[in-house]
């Protein structure tokens, strides 16, 4: 039974995560989720949830993870474990853009992931995505 629920449970995420951005709210869902797998070292579940709503080629997402992933073993070593992800704040540019900023926090160090919405009529698009751990730009 429980296995049954989990199942369900986790086919409605994803369908919830997969349909289109109508809301602010449903772009601050999906960051959160897609940072709750980037927390957990899940790079490509993380980046295959953002492809419907990212109008780039998959083949550039795609390559996006794979630089990820040849890079996360010197970030591991570097800044330690990874704890958690922590909300920053929220930016607007006029009706059409939004940005969040994330902190993720790991036992040594932390980075900022970065991510981009664009609405150009009706629903909400990722538009871009990225992480850096220069952290100057939190303090502004």
Do not use: C
Not at 66 to 76: E, G, L, R
Request: hydrophobic residues 40%.
């Amino acid at each position: 039974m429980k296995n049954i629920i989990l199942f369900t449970l986790l086919i409605l995420s994803n369908a919830v995560i997969a349909k289109d951005f109508k809301s602010e709210n449903d772009t601050r869902k999906f960051a959160d989720y897609f940072m709750n797998y980037i927390v957990k070292e899940k790079i490509t579940k993380a980046f295959e949830t953002a492809k419907p709503n990212w109008p780039i080629p998959t083949v550039e997402i795609d390559g996006l993870v794979n630089t990820i992933q040849q890079q996360w073993p010197i970030v591991s070593k570097r800044f330690g474990e990874s704890i958690e992800s922590e909300f920053i704040r929220k930016e607007r540019i006029g009706k059409s853009f939004l940005r969040y900023y994330y902190l993720h926090k790991f036992s040594n160090h932390a980075m900022y992931w970065k991510l981009d919405f664009y609405k150009p009529n009706k629903t909400w698009k990722i538009n871009t995505v990225v992480f850096q751990d220069k952290l100057d730009i939190l303090f502004e």
